[in-house]
């Protein structure tokens, strides 16, 4: 989130299709904005499972507006998108400017992160800040259901603060849930 207000956004996404046998698992490289009506847009990067992956943002100055970017290391493949409908000049130190995991797979049965690996692990996570790269600050381990509540499920694990590692437990992940 900008100064702002303005969204930008960019990941991984999972999806879990229950139509036909077998069930299929869909990763997908996305970026989102206002713009687009916080719909998520494919990067042109296929997923591949186990790849290390990069997502940036940022803003490019004035006249260029925002960048999301996605580095496939595996691959060795780049994509970015140019958004110069964005405005604000840095991103706001609140939870809208996070590193987080949405499932958006609302059914159980079979499990929806049959095809992913068991865990999700982020690593280095760093921002810049007054036009200085640094380590991720602080952070707030947080989990809500699809209804808003919070839950306790132990699904993070690890700290993104200071280039360290978290992991994100699937199958404590729930349905519908954000994190």
């Known amino acids: 989130m900008t ?15 229950y139509l036909g046998y077998p069930y299929s698992a869909i990763g997908k490289n996305v970026w989102s904005d206002s713009t687009h009506n916080y719909v998520a847009q494919d990067f042109n990067i296929g997923y591949g499972e186990n790849h290390s992956m990069k997502f940036a943002l940022g ?15 595996s691959s ?5 998108f140019d958004e110069s409908y964005a405005t604000g000049l840095y991103l706001i130190d609140n939870k809208s ?6 499932n958006y797979n609302l059914n159980s049965t079979p ?8 865990y999700l692990s982020v690593s280095f996570a760093a921002r810049v800040k007054n036009g200085v790269l640094g380590a991720w600050g ?3 381990k947080e989990n809500y259901d699809a209804w808003g509540y919070q839950q306790t ?4 694990t690890g700290s993104l603060t200071n280039y360290q590692t978290a992991s994100w ?6 349905p519908g849930a954000f994190y």
Do not use: K
Request: with cysteine; hydrophobic share 30%; aromatic share 24%.
């Open 97 to 102: 400017t996070s590193i987080f995991l949405e």
């Open 111 to 118: 499990p929806w992160y049959t095809g992913f690996p068991y």
């Open 76 to 80: 060795q493949i780049y994509d970015e």
């Open 138 to 140: 602080t952070e707030s």
């Open 153 to 156: 499920q132990n699904v993070i």
């Open 169 to 174: 437990y699937l199958p404590n992940v729930l």
């Open 59 to 73: 803003y490019l100055g004035s006249g260029y507006g925002w960048f999301m970017s996605c580095t496939d290391y």
């Open 3 to 17: 100064n702002t207000n303005y969204f930008v956004q960019c990941g991984q996404i999972y999806i879990r299709h």
